[in-house]
């Protein structure tokens, strides 16, 4: 009896060591050991929340425009500069018609003492608040005290408002760091959306097409050429006619012409494996068509499908910064990567921080993407298993 409760233990354990795995366990087992693809997912990672949460965190909206801070470069150090805070304070007093004496500034606070020939006017103040340099001014006498009706000379009082832009601001003063954040979001969203649709159409129609052959593949592949010689611009112009200019469009329209060539790529691998043993030995046990389609065809297509698909991706945030260019796509105040890039591109010469932060963080989209597809690409490499 003990004996063969000894020789059932092993047994067990074979069985669970050989126990087979699915394509997607190995698949997934060989992109965790691949380093490059697994860096590049948490990048991709990290940046998807930079677009998601990032705008709601940063101190300024990405629409918020400060004319008194346009094309200032990034710095780590908050405005205004010290040199700045005297002259614009005397500035905005000089708009009032008042005497104004010497100017203090002690610490995040500002004063000056003014005079005028009648009482003074305590709307005065908003002279000094519509600078984007102070804040919460006020009237006060020589004892800090709120300035009496009919007096003639008092203390004027503000606070210094501390801005911070890391990554400067734009050519209408509105904080970069902010609109990166926020077009990051953007791209992101209609480049993986785009490819996604993309990816479903076109695998589906490329496999079924490949695997029936004959008048159907025929007339189906017919069908992705007349879709071939349309024009993008006057399909997405077509949309934008009958159902308006939206978000939504801007992916559906750019999925619906990328699909043709994820459908050729899917097609011209299906007439490869359908020859393949494994699918004769389904097709000879009574396996349908659909499930052929599902377990065989389809898994054994993504391997260069998923690098098409990475792609894809900055294919479709450059074709939307083209929509948006053409007035098709987003527009102001919302921003994308590909539409602050080309304003970078007109402002490089006096500003190339407008150019350098979309385009290094548009670069390291493209480098995680095309090793995240690498890596895919050798996970569901059927060869490797």
Same mark, same amino acid.
């Given at each position: 009896?003990?004996?063969?409760?000894?020789?059932?233990?092993?047994?067990?354990?074979?069985?669970?060591?050989?126990?087979?795995?699915?394509?997607?366990?190995?698949?997934?087992?060989?992109?965790?050991?691949?380093?490059?693809?697994?860096?590049?997912?948490?990048?991709?990672?990290?940046?998807?929340?930079?677009?998601?949460?990032?705008?709601?965190?940063?101190?300024?909206?990405?629409?918020?425009?400060?004319?008194?801070?346009?094309?200032?470069?990034?710095?780590?150090?908050?405005?205004?500069?010290?040199?700045?805070?005297?002259?614009?304070?005397?500035?905005?007093?000089?708009?009032?018609?008042?005497?104004?004496?010497?100017?203090?500034?002690?610490?995040?606070?500002?004063?000056?003492?003014?005079?005028?020939?009648?009482?003074?006017?305590?709307?005065?103040?908003?002279?000094?608040?519509?600078?984007?340099?102070?804040?919460?001014?006020?009237?006060?006498?020589?004892?800090?005290?709120?300035?009496?009706?009919?007096?003639?000379?008092?203390?004027?009082?503000?606070?210094?408002?501390?801005?911070?832009?890391?990554?400067?601001?734009?050519?209408?003063?509105?904080?970069?760091?902010?609109? *990166?954040?926020?077009?990051?979001?953007?791209?992101? #969203? $209609?480049? +993986?959306?785009?490819?996604?649709?993309? &990816?479903? /159409? !076109? =695998?589906?129609?490329?496999?079924?097409?490949?695997?029936?052959?004959?008048?159907?593949?025929?007339?189906?592949?017919?069908?992705?050429?007349?879709?071939?010689?349309?024009?993008?611009?006057?399909?997405?112009?077509?949309?934008?006619?009958?159902?308006?200019?939206?978000?939504?469009?801007?992916?559906?329209?750019?999925?619906?012409?990328?699909?043709?060539?994820?459908?050729?790529?899917?097609?011209?691998?299906?007439?490869?494996?359908?020859?393949?043993?494994?699918?004769?030995?389904?097709?000879?046990?009574?396996?349908?068509?659909?499930?052929?389609?599902?377990?065989?065809?389809?898994?054994?297509?993504?391997?260069?499908?998923? *690098?098409?698909?990475?792609?894809?991706?900055?294919? #479709? $945030?450059? +074709?939307?910064?083209?929509?948006?260019? &053409?007035? /098709? !796509? =987003?527009?102001?105040?919302?921003?994308?990567?590909?539409?602050?890039?080309?304003?970078?591109?007109?402002?490089?010469?006096?500003?190339?921080?407008?150019?350098?932060?979309?385009?290094?963080?548009?670069?390291?989209?493209?480098?995680?993407?095309?090793?995240?597809?690498?890596?895919?690409?050798?996970?569901?490499?059927?060869?490797?298993?």
């Amino acid at each position: 009896m003990t004996d063969h409760i000894l020789t059932e233990q092993p047994q067990a354990e074979a069985l669970a060591v050989t126990a087979g795995r699915s394509l997607w366990q190995d698949a997934w087992l060989r992109l965790r050991r691949n380093r490059a693809a697994v860096a590049s997912a948490l990048v991709l990672l990290l940046l998807a929340l930079a677009g998601i949460v990032g705008p709601s965190l940063v101190p300024h909206r990405y629409d918020q425009i400060f004319p008194q801070y346009v094309r200032v470069p990034a710095s780590l150090e908050a405005y205004p500069r010290e040199d700045r805070i005297i002259p614009d304070f005397q500035r905005s007093l000089d708009r009032a018609r008042i005497t104004i004496g010497e100017v203090e500034l002690d610490g995040s606070t500002i004063r000056a003492p003014i005079s005028d020939d009648e009482a003074l006017d305590p709307r005065i103040t908003r002279y000094v608040d519509r600078s984007d340099l102070f804040d919460n001014s006020r009237l006060e006498d020589a004892d800090g005290n709120a300035l009496s009706e009919g007096a003639t000379s008092g203390v004027m009082v503000a606070d210094v408002q501390r801005l911070r832009f890391l990554f400067g601001t734009d050519a209408n003063g509105r904080d970069l760091l902010a609109r *990166v954040l926020i077009g990051i979001r953007i791209s992101l #969203a $209609i480049g +993986l959306l785009a490819s996604f649709m993309a &990816l479903a /159409l !076109g =695998v589906t129609y490329g496999a079924v097409a490949g695997y029936l052959g004959g008048r159907i593949d025929n007339v189906m592949m017919r069908v992705v050429d007349v879709l071939y010689s349309l024009p993008f611009i006057f399909f997405v112009i077509l949309l934008v006619v009958f159902f308006g200019r939206s978000f939504v469009l801007i992916f559906i329209a750019i999925g619906f012409t990328e699909w043709l060539d994820m459908a050729r790529i899917a097609r011209g691998q299906t007439l490869t494996i359908k020859r393949q043993e494994y699918v004769q030995a389904a097709e000879a046990m009574g396996v349908s068509s659909a499930g052929i389609l599902k377990r065989h065809i389809i898994p054994n297509t993504l391997g260069p499908v998923v *690098v098409f698909v990475t792609l894809l991706v900055p294919k #479709a $945030i450059l +074709l939307e910064s083209l929509l948006s260019f &053409l007035g /098709l !796509g =987003v527009q102001e105040p919302l921003t994308s990567l590909g539409l602050l890039i080309a304003e970078g591109a007109s402002n490089m010469r006096g500003a190339i921080w407008l150019l350098l932060y979309p385009a290094v963080t548009l670069t390291v989209i493209l480098f995680a993407l095309n090793f995240l597809g690498d890596g895919l690409r050798d996970a569901l490499d059927p060869k490797e298993r």
